[in-house]
């Protein structure tokens, strides 16, 4: 998904509030519904709807992506080996 600079620096400093937070959990609620198997509409052609269903999903997935700022790891520096 191409998202450009400012939009996703607009979406990192949502992530960082308590609005943002709750639009990742209310985002996640959506997906766990429409991913449900038991509101497929049976008298309809269901591979229609699972192939949107998952194009929904994985859209989610992205968009939290740049949503949620992940906390910054701190790795140690090797020791130089002498050997």
Do not use: W
């Amino acid at each position: 998904m191409e998202i450009s600079q400012t939009d996703r620096k607009f979406l990192q400093h949502l992530g960082r509030t308590s609005d943002g937070k709750n639009l990742i959990v209310v985002m996640e609620k959506l997906k766990a519904e429409y991913s449900s198997i038991g509101s497929i509409d049976t008298t309809k052609d269901a591979a229609s709807q699972v192939e949107g269903r998952k194009l929904f999903c994985d859209f989610i997935d992205e968009f939290s992506k740049v949503i949620v700022t992940r906390k910054h790891e701190v790795k140690p520096l090797e020791r130089d080996d002498y050997t």
